[in-house]
């Protein structure tokens, strides 16, 4: 069983940047690691980045050219830069591990319990 652990959030002013890091408990060289993010008062978690084990990424139209997610193998981390901070991006950032990069979060087995992103303008 992969355990998931986030952080890096804080609250920061519009324009700004942060970065998040998730810390796996075992090797997932071979999984599929993706960044979701949920909005206060929405059920929905949206897939904001994700992942390869090659290293190959896909992203949300929303933060292309603003947030940039990598991994690191060695150190069981995954990591998500994200510059340009708009107040529409404040929500609970997760990571989440899988076999396959899933656009759903549902077909997710693996998450983190998430950490807080605040954007005031």
């Known amino acids: 069983q992969v355990q998931l652990v986030e952080s890096g959030g804080a609250s920061v002013q519009a324009g700004g940047s942060l970065r998040l890091s998730c810390q796996a408990s075992?090797?997932?060289?071979?999984?599929?690691m993706a960044w979701f993010r949920q909005v206060p008062g929405k059920e929905e978690r949206e897939r904001i980045a994700?992942?390869?084990?090659?290293?190959?990424?896909e992203y949300r139209d929303s933060v292309k050219g603003r947030f940039t997610v990598s991994r690191d193998n060695a150190k069981n981390t995954l990591f998500l830069e994200m510059n340009s901070l708009k107040p529409e991006d404040t929500a609970m950032y997760y990571c989440?591990?899988?076999?396959?990069?899933?656009?759903?979060?549902?077909?997710?087995?693996?998450w983190g319990q998430g950490t807080q992103v605040t954007v005031s303008s």
């Open positions: 989440a591990s899988d076999a396959l990069c899933w656009i759903l979060s549902n077909k997710y087995n693996f």
């Open positions: 075992q090797y997932t060289y071979s999984a599929y």
């Open positions: 994700c992942v390869e084990s090659d290293g190959k990424t």
